[in-house]
């Protein structure tokens, strides 16, 4: 068996938080999601965050940022993980 684990050679862009320097944002950059990747890529940037990229295995890692939690942030908003789109 030669199972090559898809999040360690998947490739996800990542967002630090601005405080804590930990990761608030990912998003797995796969070939079908490369326009709404790059959006959101780029609201992150005008919002003045590093954006980098590192693989989906290392996302998952963490460390991932809690400021939200302390601050009892309401509905937080899962953009990690394979969302089906819904066309309207
Ligand atoms: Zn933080």
């Known amino acids: 068996m ?14 630090r938080c ?11 950059d796969r070939p079908e999601s ?3 990747c790059a959006r959101a890529v780029a609201d992150c940037i005008k919002e003045g965050y590093i954006v980098e990229r590192m693989t989906v295995s290392e996302v998952r890692e963490g460390p991932w940022c809690d400021c939200k939690l302390k601050k009892k942030d ?3 908003e899962e953009m990690f993980g394979d969302e089906e789109e819904s066309s309207e």
């Open 34 to 36: 490369q326009k709404d």
């Open 18 to 28: 601005k405080e804590c320097k930990k990761l608030v944002f990912a998003y797995v």
């Open 74 to 76: 309401d509905g937080q």
């Open 2 to 15: 030669n199972e090559v684990s898809d999040s360690e050679t998947t490739m996800a862009y990542v967002t």
